[in-house]
């Protein structure tokens, strides 16, 4: 789960991954933070934010009001904190291993896809 919220914040353009925001959005993909903004948007917003996705997702200047309005209302922020809750949950489950090599090795993994630049 984490993984997965990692790589729709790179859709958002948080890192420059070297490759173009949006594509979840081009692709109508609906990420945590889309979720997010249009369970905390206004009606208005929300309607837009669904015609957009919709109807839109081809239109480079609306996608980046897209981005915009995700950013604006806190989808961004919502995602990073749940992301940080999976990796929390996953290293708590890890720490009821008795520490090894393989748990050592799990524990990095779960840190590298939270902290990844790509």
Request: aromatic share 8%; net charge positive.
């Amino acid at each position: 789960m984490a993984f997965q919220i990692k790589d729709d914040l790179f859709d958002y353009g948080e890192e420059k991954i070297g490759k173009p925001t949006g594509i979840d959005i081009k692709e109508q993909k609906m990420t945590l933070p889309l979720i997010y903004a249009l369970n905390n948007c206004s009606k208005k917003e929300k309607g837009w934010l669904i015609n957009s996705v919709k109807n839109h997702n081809k239109n480079k200047k609306r996608v980046k009001e897209v981005i915009a309005l995700v950013k604006e209302v806190g989808g961004l922020e919502y995602a990073v904190a749940k992301m940080l809750e999976f990796k929390e949950e996953a290293l708590s489950l890890l720490h009821q291993y008795p520490k090894s090599d393989y748990r050592d090795s799990l524990e990095l993994m779960v840190n590298y896809v939270v902290e990844r630049k790509k």
